[in-house]
């Protein structure tokens, strides 16, 4: 299993008539936890991408317990509990920094995708490599 923490502080714009955060950005919170994960392991999306993969979003989910407001900083938790499977699956916690307080829980489901075909693809190599040591 392997997690990495982002922290994200809320912006103006992420908020709706009331107040709290809109919904919609949760996604957009999770692809920043996503993507920071990938780039604390040494492996920025950008390196994927230039390797000929793409990883495409099959499914997500959102669950809200508490909303996050204008200014409120944020922890997105993402975590990748299984390595050996054609799909990427990671869950995510959003809390809120001071109280730790949970936010959201979700999920997003991603497979590789060979970035020429457009055809699902087992994960490649220089993903397993990377991360292979955080399962033995």
Not at 92 to 118: C, L, P, Q, V, W
């Amino acid at each position: 299993m392997i997690s990495h923490t982002s922290e994200i502080r809320v912006r103006y714009a992420d908020t709706d008539k009331m107040q709290f955060v809109y919904n919609g950005k949760y996604l957009e919170y999770f692809e920043i936890g996503r993507t920071e994960l990938l780039r604390s392991l040494g492996l920025p999306y950008a390196e994927v991408e230039k390797a000929g993969y793409q990883l495409p979003l099959l499914q997500a989910g959102v669950t809200f317990k508490s909303p996050a407001r204008y200014d409120d900083l944020i922890l997105v938790k993402s975590t990748v509990k299984e390595l050996y499977s054609a799909k990427v699956h990671i869950d995510y916690i959003i809390t809120r920094k001071d109280s730790e307080e949970i936010i959201a829980e979700g999920f997003t489901t991603h497979i590789f995708m060979n970035a020429d075909t457009k055809k699902a693809v087992r994960p490649p190599k220089l993903y397993i490599d990377i991360l292979a040591p955080y399962f033995k």
